[in-house]
């Protein structure tokens, strides 16, 4: 039998359109602008409106997708949406991003909770559903709208997050499109990064709702772990260091980014960096990212990119696509 591959052939990104400066933050919190850039690199973060829900961010920037695709909304024969905000417990954003795009067909749709890794982790499961001939036309989305789950009094957290979308389209090919994906998990350190509110006990502390982060842990854990995924990756691919032509990097720390790139030998111009715009959207920084590095033309087509992505969890996980 011939073998099918998933390539990528359409992205999709939305922000919204309130920023939140880090001036705007120095108003809330005692914080400064010079902090944030220095131990962050972000300057703005991007702020959902009150009447936006998750599926909504989603909806626009899988309508960008799926257009850019050249696809029609029917052609699509599975939704998968990577969020850690979903819209409600259930049903899934992804059935409610379907009925939106009003698809109705025979797709599949569901979620994927990773957090920040969640789309890496989507990318991986598309790209099995096509290869295994269960999907031909694949709806990858990162949607989040994190400024609901932060605590607007902890300086530590609410610096860093924001909200957006970001999406891509995969379908069947002859040629290898994604070249592999690898990914992991370690559940020893859920205290480290969490949300701990949940249904699972009767829970009625209010700040059991938003995220707790013991960043400088989380901080030496991500550098330490995307290293490792960088070279299990080109080991996996028998690929050099220099045939990585772009890194499109998980965007929740500039200086996380910078270890990365020099794990890779890759300079600063081969990395897709919007951290400082957008801050951590989570399983949306790197869908939205890659939009931004093919829209402005610096991903080319026959591009080698490494796409890597660490959170909450620990999930991990990395993506190595040939465009
Ligand atoms: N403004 C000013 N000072 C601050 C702020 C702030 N916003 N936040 C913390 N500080 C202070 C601290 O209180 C501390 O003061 P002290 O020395 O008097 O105790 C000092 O700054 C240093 O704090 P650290 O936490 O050690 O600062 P660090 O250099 O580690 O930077 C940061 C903090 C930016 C959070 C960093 O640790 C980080 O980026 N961590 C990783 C985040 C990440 O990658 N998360 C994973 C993905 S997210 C997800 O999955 C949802």
Redesign the pocket.
């Known amino acids: 039998m011939k073998s099918v591959y998933a390539k990528l052939i359409g992205t999709g990104g939305y922000l919204p359109e309130k920023k939140l400066s880090n001036k705007d933050l120095e108003k809330v919190?005692?914080?400064?602008h010079d902090?944030?850039v220095e131990?962050?690199g972000i300057v703005n973060r991007h702020i959902a409106d009150d009447s936006q829900a998750t599926s909504d961010l989603a909806l626009i920037a899988a309508t960008e997708a799926i257009k850019s695709a050249g696809l029609k909304n029917n052609d699509i024969d599975l939704i998968l949406v990577a969020t850690?905000t979903p819209d409600q417990i259930f049903p899934s954003t992804a059935c409610i991003l379907q009925q939106k795009l009003k698809i109705n067909n025979n797709c599949a749709a569901f979620d994927m909770q990773a957090?920040?890794s969640g789309f890496v982790y989507a990318l991986s499961i598309a790209d099995s559903f096509i290869k295994a001939g269960n999907a031909k036309n694949v709806l990858v989305v990162g949607a989040e709208i994190l400024s609901r789950i932060i605590n607007w009094h902890d300086?530590?957290t609410c610096?860093?997050f924001g909200d957006g979308a970001g999406a891509v389209v995969l379908t069947q090919h002859d040629k290898p499109g994604i070249l592999s994906t690898c990914l992991h998990s370690n559940g020893d350190h859920v205290s480290l990064?969490q949300v701990p509110g949940g249904i699972g006990k009767k829970d009625l502390d209010p700040n059991h709702q938003f995220?707790q982060?013991r960043?400088?842990e989380?901080?030496k854990m991500?550098v330490n772990t995307l290293g490792k995924i960088a070279d299990e990756t080109l080991q996996k691919n028998s690929i050099k260091k220099e045939d990585i032509n772009w890194l499109v990097p998980h965007q929740?720390?500039l200086r996380?980014i910078k270890a990365t790139a020099k794990k890779l030998a890759l300079g600063l111009d081969k990395v897709i960096i919007t951290v400082q715009d957008q801050g951590?959207t989570?399983s949306a920084s790197v869908p939205l990212a890659l939009h931004t590095g093919i829209g402005d033309g610096r991903i080319k087509n026959g591009d080698i990119v490494l796409l890597e992505a660490?959170?909450?969890g620990f999930t991990w996980g990395s993506a190595l696509l040939k465009l």
């Open positions: 919190v005692e914080t400064s902090w944030i131990r962050t850690t957090v920040c300086r530590t610096i860093l990064l995220i982060m960043g400088n989380v901080f991500a929740a720390n996380i951590n989570s660490f959170g909450g």
